[in-house]
């Protein structure tokens, strides 16, 4: 069982490192092959066909793409991402940066959106069929059908527009040398909202169908006949079981989530990988916009392993292909 279940991890390596590379690969292509370049974006308005030839040969990007290509791998298998037209720096040290912002960004929103998916989820599941379920079902289509960047431009305009309760865009306030905790927090908060919006009706409506789908299993009638209180079944049994079907939608969920969080770092001014995503595609800065691509297709990889090794600690017996 345990060589199976080795040799089926492996399979799933393997079909993620072709898939990662099919997606950078594609990528890069259309990146390059895209009207313009990142000498137009450097230069401004000083460019004209003589200086834009000039520095695409000073940048390499006179080269055959193919070249061009082999010279990308050729730099990635040394542990060299290359470097920013743009920024002028190294795009590993500039991912870093940026990255921690990210970081600190999504573990707070999906845990957050996490916990309350479960509370939301549980409550559906119990009440299925009655009013406050229909009335979760209908906050949750109302927020999943609704653009990101709208929620995030209707939260600046009521917290940060009119009310002044929130800052509105960036990470920290310039008019401070050494900005504290409180200052970070206050300028996560709307941001955090934002996703949470956007990802706790998709998780908590898969929830709630995963908690009805088990308390109308023959383990919890047959609970309940001996006399096991409904809480300890909800608690002990029903919502164990019904965790994994939710661990593997977090994971799936990942690419989802990060795209919406491209428009939400956008809107904000964020200063994470999405806002850089979003600067690299505008000004063709083709390193950073590749390898920010590559960082997401082994963050979504990793992010299914991680659930699978998840559901298996929720449920040894299970098997997953």
């Given at each position: 069982?345990?060589?199976?279940?080795?040799?089926?991890?492996?399979?799933?390596?393997?079909?993620?490192?072709?898939?990662?590379?099919?997606?950078?690969?594609?990528?890069?292509?259309?990146?390059?092959?895209?009207?313009?370049?990142?000498?137009?974006?450097?230069?401004?308005?000083?460019?004209?066909?003589?200086?834009?030839?000039?520095?695409n040969a000073r940048l390499g990007l006179s080269a055959p793409l193919l070249v061009q290509y082999g010279i990308w791998?050729?730099?990635?298998?040394?542990?060299?991402?290359?470097?920013?037209?743009?920024?002028?720096?190294?795009?590993?040290?500039?991912?870093w940066n940026y990255e921690i912002n990210t970081l600190v960004f999504y573990t707070i929103a999906i845990c957050l959106?996490?916990?309350?998916?479960?509370?939301?989820?549980?409550?559906?599941?119990?009440?299925?069929?009655?009013?406050?379920?229909?009335?979760?079902?209908?906050?949750?289509?109302?927020?999943?059908?609704?653009?990101?960047?709208?929620?995030?431009?209707?939260?600046?305009?009521?917290?940060?527009?009119?009310?002044?309760?929130?800052?509105?865009?960036?990470?920290?306030?310039?008019?401070?040398?050494?900005?504290?905790?409180?200052?970070?927090?206050?300028?996560?908060?709307?941001?955090?909202?934002?996703?949470?919006?956007?990802?706790?009706?998709?998780?908590?409506?898969?929830?709630?169908?995963?908690?009805?789908?088990?308390?109308?299993?023959?383990?919890?009638?047959?609970?309940?006949?001996?006399?096991?209180?409904?809480?300890?079944?909800?608690?002990?049994?029903?919502?164990?079981?019904?965790?994994?079907?939710?661990?593997?939608?977090?994971?799936?969920?990942?690419?989802?989530?990060?795209?919406?969080?491209?428009?939400?770092?956008?809107?904000?001014?964020?200063?994470?990988?999405?806002?850089?995503?979003?600067?690299?595609?505008?000004?063709?800065?083709?390193?950073?916009?590749?390898?920010?691509?590559?960082?997401?297709?082994?963050?979504?990889?990793?992010?299914?392993?991680?659930?699978?090794?998840?559901?298996?600690?929720?449920?040894?017996?299970?098997?997953?292909?």
């Amino acid at each position: 069982m345990r060589r199976q279940r080795a040799v089926r991890l492996l399979r799933r390596l393997l079909g993620s490192a072709v898939s990662i590379l099919l997606l950078v690969t594609l990528v890069f292509f259309l990146a390059h092959l895209t009207p313009g370049g990142p000498a137009f974006s450097i230069l401004g308005q000083k460019a004209t066909p003589g200086s834009v030839a000039a520095l695409n040969a000073r940048l390499g990007l006179s080269a055959p793409l193919l070249v061009q290509y082999g010279i990308w791998w050729g730099h990635l298998l040394q542990g060299n991402l290359g470097y920013s037209y743009l920024l002028n720096r190294p795009v590993g040290a500039l991912l870093w940066n940026y990255e921690i912002n990210t970081l600190v960004f999504y573990t707070i929103a999906i845990c957050l959106s996490t916990g309350l998916a479960i509370l939301l989820g549980l409550a559906q599941g119990v009440w299925h069929g009655r009013w406050p379920a229909r009335v979760i079902g209908a906050f949750q289509l109302v927020f999943y059908a609704t653009p990101p960047f709208f929620t995030a431009a209707i939260l600046v305009l009521c917290f940060g527009v009119w009310l002044h309760w929130l800052p509105a865009s960036g990470i920290g306030n310039p008019r401070l040398a050494h900005p504290g905790v409180g200052t970070y927090a206050a300028h996560l908060v709307l941001p955090v909202v934002t996703v949470m919006l956007l990802t706790v009706p998709m998780l908590s409506r898969y929830f709630g169908e995963a908690v009805h789908e088990e308390l109308a299993k023959d383990y919890v009638r047959t609970a309940r006949a001996k006399g096991v209180g409904f809480a300890g079944i909800l608690f002990t049994h029903v919502l164990r079981n019904a965790l994994r079907p939710l661990v593997t939608m977090l994971g799936l969920s990942f690419p989802y989530i990060f795209t919406g969080g491209v428009l939400v770092e956008s809107v904000f001014n964020y200063p994470g990988l999405g806002w850089l995503l979003w600067r690299s595609a505008l000004g063709r800065d083709y390193p950073v916009l590749i390898a920010i691509v590559l960082l997401i297709g082994l963050l979504t990889v990793l992010g299914n392993l991680l659930a699978d090794v998840v559901n298996g600690l929720l449920d040894p017996r299970a098997d997953y292909e």
